[in-house]
């Protein structure tokens, strides 16, 4: 059981309220707390948590379905974060579609640093998972304000932090800025860990391997790769691999299969841990020359059946975005603007001229 945290749960309905009881036995002291219904309620709520000395705050977004003077949970955030901005804020909503919103908007992302499903709190097999989260979160932000104390360079802190080494090639954007424990939170949760780049989410880090997404979950996998899964601040919330480590777990000194087809790299994998180990399929021509998973449709591509185009709002240091042909084919892309030259390819999966092979 990890260390107890103090939580304050802020929902209109009583109903919601109850996950705060549910969480005791997850290590997390969870207070609920319903909107006041009067006049000044804002004032009053945001007043009561500043108070509160909580670990962390999870907020509703909809507390003006039942109050009368409501409000929307990213006021409250707003408002929390100008005074307190080393206390994280977890969103927790009944849509699953805020977690992509809250994604792709960024001024909305900078106020909460997590979406949980209420429904993933309410079940005990996901809370376990989702509260373990919400601590990693809460570590990861103590952490950054005692690294905000520091009178290192800001590159150097953010390294420690994500615990790199000079040959991770890393390169974060806050090279030259002020370090607060906002910044901080904000750059590992929503750019390092956001995008692939100098590690990678499990989808690109399987199809780098030449494997499915399936094999590399398996436990002899994960074993075989401790070395290369990232372990810095937020480690427990977004579970990454760095992209340099990993290549290095496909060379050896009788053997480089880095560039080999995938069956060669799943062959190889399988005599290092003892098990047989799927080789990965080209979404479009299931071929074996792997490259990257589609940014669209997480699955594996080779490198002459996607194309490069931009899909959101990544880091100049992050990989470019991989969308495979099947996904503009199929429709799924009409919302990427590809990049110069890669257009008129676009066209031609659009229109079926450009067709997958029999």
């Known amino acids: 059981m990890p260390d107890v945290i103090t939580a304050a749960l802020v929902d209109d309905s009583d109903d919601d309220l109850k996950i705060a009881k549910r969480l005791k036995p997850t290590g997390i002291s969870c207070a609920a ?15 009561q948590l500043r108070k509160g000395n909580y670990d962390v705050i999870l907020l509703d977004y ?38 992509e919103w809250v994604k792709h908007n960024p001024r909305v992302a900078a106020l909460f640093d997590h979406v949980v499903l209420k429904e993933q709190l309410s079940r005990a097999p996901s809370r376990a998972l989702r509260a373990a989260e919400i601590h990693d979160l809460v570590a990861g932000y103590r952490l950054l304000k005692t690294a905000a104390t520091s009178k290192d360079e800001a590159h150097a802190i953010i390294a420690r932090l994500a615990q790199a080494t000079p040959r991770d090639h890393f390169a974060p954007s806050l090279r030259n800025a002020a370090v607060r424990t906002p910044e901080l939170a904000n750059w ?27 094999a590399a979950q398996r436990s002899a996998v994960q074993t075989w ?87 959101d709002d990544r880091p100049a240091w992050a990989e470019p975005a991989r969308v495979c042909f099947r996904c503009i084919a199929q429709g799924d892309a009409e919302n990427v603007r590809f990049v110069t030259g890669a257009e008129p390819i676009a066209h031609r999966l659009r229109a079926g001229d450009l067709k997958r092979p029999a």
């Open 62 to 99: 909809r507390l003006d379905d039942e109050v009368q003077h409501g409000y929307r949970g990213g006021t409250v955030a707003a408002r929390l974060k100008e005074f307190h901005p080393d206390l994280p804020v977890v969103l927790v909503t009944t849509e699953e579609k805020h977690e």
């Open 188 to 214: 590992f949760l929503l750019e390092l860990l956001a995008y692939p780049g100098p590690v990678l989410p499990l989808q690109d880090a399987a199809a780098r391997l030449g494997i499915t997404v399936k």
């Open 225 to 311: 790769l401790t070395t290369a899964a990232y372990a810095g601040v937020f480690g427990g919330m977004r579970r990454r691999w760095w992209r340099g480590r990993l290549e290095q777990h496909l060379v050896s000194d009788t053997c480089d299969v880095r560039e080999a087809p995938a069956e060669e790299r799943a062959a190889y994998i399988s005599d290092l841990v003892g098990e047989h180990i799927a080789a990965a399929r080209c979404v479009w021509c299931g071929g074996s020359f792997i490259e990257r998973a589609c940014v669209i449709c997480s699955e594996p591509v080779d490198a002459t059946h996607y194309l490069v185009g931009n899909v």
């Open 33 to 47: 707390i319903r909107p006041p219904n009067e006049q000044n309620s804002f004032e009053r709520l945001t007043e």
